[in-house]
Nanobody, 124 residues
Framework: QVQLVESGGGLVQPGGSLKLSCVAS??????????MGWYRQAPGKQRELIAR?????????ADSVKGRFIISRDIGGGKNMVYLQMNSLKPEDTAVYYC??????????????WGQGTQVTVSS
């Protein structure tokens, strides 16, 4: 079983910044993480993947956030943390943001898990 807990959401003015954090916990999590990422879901829209950090190296970003958002991970000291630094925020970034972890199965294949989400509102 994997638990993901996000934090750091809130209200920010356009052009401002926020940093989201997520901690993943569960037995064997550290050894089996394929990637960690962030999704978001705006009202009336589908959930979309906006950033992913792959354990073997590399990051991917949606075009809508490229150049403004930065994903990073911290696995030191037994932690499994993923962060999303969001800069130059726009009203269209308003959404519920979800942390995600993709785990490798022992016998092949992968499973993805999500947290409960944290609200980000960009408004003046």
């Amino acid at each position: 079983q994997v638990q993901l807990v996000e934090s750091g959401g809130g209200l920010v003015q356009p052009g401002g910044s926020l940093k989201l954090s997520c901690v993943a916990s569960g037995s064997g999590t550290i050894l089996s993480i394929n990637s960690m990422g962030w999704y978001r879901q705006a009202p009336g829209k589908q959930r979309e993947l906006i950033a992913r950090a792959i354990t073997s190296g590399g990051t991917n970003y949606a075009d809508s956030v490229k150049g403004r958002f930065i994903i990073s991970r911290d696995i030191g000291g037994g932690k499994n943390m993923v962060y999303l630094q969001m800069n130059s925020l726009k009203p269209e970034d308003t959404a519920v943001y979800y942390c995600s972890v993709v785990l490798n199965r022992v016998m092949g294949g992968r499973d993805e898990y999500w947290g409960q989400g944290t609200q980000v509102t960009v408004s003046s």
